[in-house]
């Protein structure tokens, strides 16, 4: 590594629509991510998980811990509908956020519209 970079976990401080997805990755504000994302009120955040087989309730531990700022939760569970674990609903339910799985490309366009209504939602991507 170069001296004076600095390599820090993928975060995006603010809420943007989703521009595109496919290719493994995700673009939102000019910037693009490879990989899946959390879509959250801190921001738009890099999400170690390769698919819905990684899901659990520590993998939601950083929505979970925004619970109060969430009401939807858009689950893109990638290029097929995979229905979450009960555990991590009922962990999801017990904060009080409604999570609602789909194939990845509904949730993103999902999101946009929920976010552009200023609706309290985050979504949960896995990258397709």
């Known amino acids: 590594m170069a001296p004076g970079i600095e390599i820090r976990k993928a975060h995006f401080p603010g809420r943007a629509p989703i521009d595109t997805y496919g290719n493994g990755g995700f673009r939102f504000a000019d910037m693009s991510h490879r990989g ?17 087989q ?26 097929d509908l995979v229905m979450l674990p009960r555990a991590l609903r009922d962990a ?9 799985p789909m194939n990845t ?20 991507l896995v990258a397709v």
């Open 54 to 79: 990684d899901f659990s309730i520590e993998s939601f531990d950083r929505i979970l811990q925004q619970a109060g700022e969430i009401e939807v939760l858009l689950v893109g569970t990638g290029n």
């Open 92 to 100: 999801l339910r017990e904060k009080g956020v409604s999570a609602d």
């Open 105 to 124: 490309g509904a949730a993103v366009r999902t999101y946009n519209i929920l976010l552009e209504e200023s609706r309290a939602v985050a979504a949960a």
């Open 36 to 52: 899946s994302i959390l879509c959250l009120p801190s921001g738009i955040h890099g999400w170690d998980i390769a698919g819905p």
